[in-house]
């Protein structure tokens, strides 16, 4: 089993920052591209950004040149650094993993951006 445990959500005011990490546990041999979700209410779970274990990475236009995403592949963490923030970036934020092939998601952090 993969536990992912999440931290650093909470509010902020737009234009802020903040910064989301994630932190690999369990059967992780083999653990290859790590991704960040987010899901508005009533909104579908989207992509925000993945690293891959060669360190490419890439982003949906909304956030791309305000977050960027990295990997401490020493300490099995992702993070998720969050500039610029707007309201609209408001969402439960999820950490997810793949390892040989199958993906495993954390609990979700919910990170509230007031206008």
């Known amino acids: 089993q993969v536990q992912l445990v999440e931290s650093g959500g909470g509010l902020v005011q737009a234009g802020g920052s903040l910064r989301l990490s994630c932190a690999a546990s369990?059967?992780?041999?083999?653990?290859?591209?790590m991704y960040w979700y987010r899901q508005a209410p009533g909104k579908q779970r989207e992509l925000v950004a993945y690293?891959?274990?060669?360190?490419?990475?890439d982003y949906p236009a909304s956030v791309k040149g305000r977050f960027t995403i990295s990997r401490d592949n020493a300490k099995n963490t992702v993070y998720l650094q969050m500039n610029s923030l707007k309201p609209e970036d408001t969402a439960v934020y999820y950490c997810n993993v793949n390892v040989l092939g199958r993906g495993y998601w954390g609990q979700g952090t919910q990170v509230t951006v007031s206008s």
């Open positions: 690293v891959t274990s060669g360190r490419i990475t």
């Open positions: 369990g059967s992780i041999f083999g653990m290859n591209v």
